[in-house]
């Protein structure tokens, strides 16, 4: 139902109905993407749900607290960890190439970035198909389950790859499964949150990526140094078999630990599971997901490619995402400082240390002041400070700074982006399904072609 539900109170009756809700997120000019839904009243005692109804406001503010305390402790480090592995996996590939993948296969420059952007093509014909098909099953429990086994063991057969042919074959696959997983944890993450909550956890999640960029350079390092030509298995290879394996392992826990949608999940008590639906009806004035037979997939499809804002906020996420891109070669951009093999692998780390930090500190002030221009507009002028200053000079501590502020600056204003998506278009469920996984497909497409951006002849300025 649209527009704005009012109750009919008597003269006497002093608690006025709110009359919507607005993220409060302004946009350039002082205009408002704004979301203005009817929404249900908490002091409306007959909204609630059977088992809320004998509750004060404030034992229901209570019990929301700690049943947010069980949610996030039950879901974010699992979907943390999974994060981790998915961007463990697809960005491996420089690390691989710094540890004398290319020279073994006979990779050209262009071969090699074709490799890299050949993932996101498989990428981003799978996103909004799965995100579609998470949304009718309603089952992300054994969704992700599979997935993850499933390129867990496409990364680990990278390792066996002998020639250029294969390792396309390869990537592409890789690409096309795990398109499931980031897009469909966002749509799963807004059907347990309210918007006010989301820009926090979207942080939360994005930061198993930022924690994976930390760790990938410690992880390829010690691997290059201790395990090249063991058992006759070159690193790079070793880098595939082992990430690859880790992840499948991974997978077999996560069916146990992540819970359904709240509809349906039987880890909560029949009240929590109640106040879990009933805060985000409150949030919005409508039910979320409420079983498979109630997705309408083709309808809520219409309503996303109809929708103007979801063209907009297209246009903000591709740009971020564009530069971004850095990130899918930031082994090799370091490279160009001129150190060695394993000095370069650990000199990747600090960046996405601070990155993580900043990510989290600006999306938790984002939620805490009800803001979003800002809190994007701002990182993203500082990562355009950054890439001037990287191109602009050959000192290595001027050149490095800038490598440091690149993946905080350009990540504290895309989460920012990806939060927007969820309280701009927040409802119906497979309106916002689809939305996500287009918004983050086309976004993607960019990968394909910045690519080519970061090519050996353009280094070490990659102006050109």
Same mark, same amino acid.
């Given at each position: 139902?649209?527009g704005? &539900? ?5 003269n006497n009756? /002093?608690?006025?109905e709110?009359r919507?809700?607005d993220d409060?997120?302004?946009?350039a000019?002082? !205009?408002?993407?704004?979301?203005t839904?009817s929404?249900?009243?908490?002091r409306?005692i ?12 404030e034992?229901?503010?209570?019990l929301e607290i ?9 879901l ?8 981790i592995?998915?961007?463990?996996d ?17 990779l050209?420059? /262009? ?7 050949i %993932?996101?093509?498989?990428y ?5 198909p799965?995100?579609l098909? &998470?949304?009718?099953?309603g ?8 997935v993850m086994m499933?390129w867990g063991a ?16 390869c990537?592409?696959? $890789?690409?096309f499964i ?11 993450l807004?059907?347990?949150?309210t ?5 926090l ?5 994005y930061?198993g990526?930022?924690?994976s960029g930390?760790v990938s350079?410690?992880i390829s ?8 030509g063991?058992?006759?298995?070159s !690193?790079?290879?070793w880098l595939? @078999?082992l ?12 069916w ?27 949030d919005?004035?409508?039910e979320?997901w409420?079983?498979s037979e109630a997705?309408k997939?083709?309808?809520?499809l ?6 103007i804002k979801?063209y907009?906020l297209m ?17 090799i951009?370091?490279?160009? &400082? ?6 370069t692998l ?5 960046p ?7 990510v989290l500190?600006?999306?938790w002030h984002?939620d ?7 809190h994007?507009?701002i990182? %993203? *002028? ?8 990287a191109?602009?000079? $050959?000192n290595?501590?001027?050149r490095?700074?800038a ?13 920012c982006?990806?939060?927007?998506i ?7 469920v497979?309106k916002r399904?689809?939305? &996500?996984a287009? @918004?983050?497909?086309v /976004?993607?497409?960019?990968s394909?072609?910045t690519a080519?951006?970061y090519?050996?002849?353009? *280094? ?5």
């Open positions: 139902m649209q704005i &539900l009012t109750r009919k109170t008597d009756d /002093s608690t006025a709110p919507g809700i409060g997120a302004s946009i000019g002082g !205009a408002t993407l704004r979301t839904t929404i249900v009243s908490r409306d007959n909204e609630r749900p059977p088992l809320l109804k004998g509750l004060s406001d034992e229901i503010e209570e700690k049943l947010k305390r069980r949610i996030d402790l039950r974010l480090p699992m979907i943390i960890l999974i994060y592995m998915n961007y463990l697809r960005n491996n590939i420089p690390a691989a190439q710094v540890a004398g993948m290319g020279d073994e296969l006979g050209t420059s /262009s071969q090699f970035n074709t490799a890299v952007s %993932l996101f093509v498989g981003i014909l799978m996103q909004v799965s995100n098909f &998470l949304d009718k099953i089952r992300p429990s054994i969704y992700f389950t599979v499933v496409i990364s680990g057969a990278t390792g066996a790859v002998q020639n250029y042919s294969g390792l396309l074959v990537r592409f696959f $890789l690409g795990e398109a499931s997983y980031f897009p469909g944890c966002l749509f799963y807004s059907s347990w949150y918007r006010k909550e989301l820009s956890r979207t942080a939360i999640l930061s990526s930022l924690i930390a350079g410690l390092a010690g691997i290059t140094d201790g395990l090249d063991k058992a006759g298995i !690193a790079w290879r595939f @078999i990430e690859g394996s880790i992840t499948v392992f991974i997978a077999f826990f996560i146990i630990v992540i819970p359904d949608f709240p509809k349906t999940t039987k880890w909560l008590s029949e009240q929590e599971r109640q106040l879990a639906c009933w805060r985000l009806e409150r919005i004035g409508e979320d409420s079983g997705q997939v083709f309808h809520g219409k309503l996303a490619f109809t929708d979801m907009i246009v903000l996420v591709t740009c971020c995402v564009a530069s971004g891109s850095i990130t899918n070669f930031f082994p951009v370091v490279q160009t &400082l001129g150190f060695g093999k394993i000095e650990l000199l990747t780390t600090p996405y240390i601070l990155a993580t930090i900043v500190g600006n999306a984002a805490k002041k009800g803001e979003r221009y800002f994007i507009v990182p %993203l *002028a500082i990562s355009v400070v950054a890439f001037i200053l191109a602009s000079t $050959l290595i501590a001027a490095y700074v490598m440091m502020l690149m993946p905080a600056s350009i990540y504290g204003g895309y989460i982006a990806l939060s927007w969820s309280a701009t278009l927040p409802r119906p497979t399904a689809a939305a &996500l287009a @918004i983050n497909a /976004s993607n497409a960019s394909i072609w080519y951006m090519t050996e002849p353009s *280094a070490p300025r990659y102006g050109k």
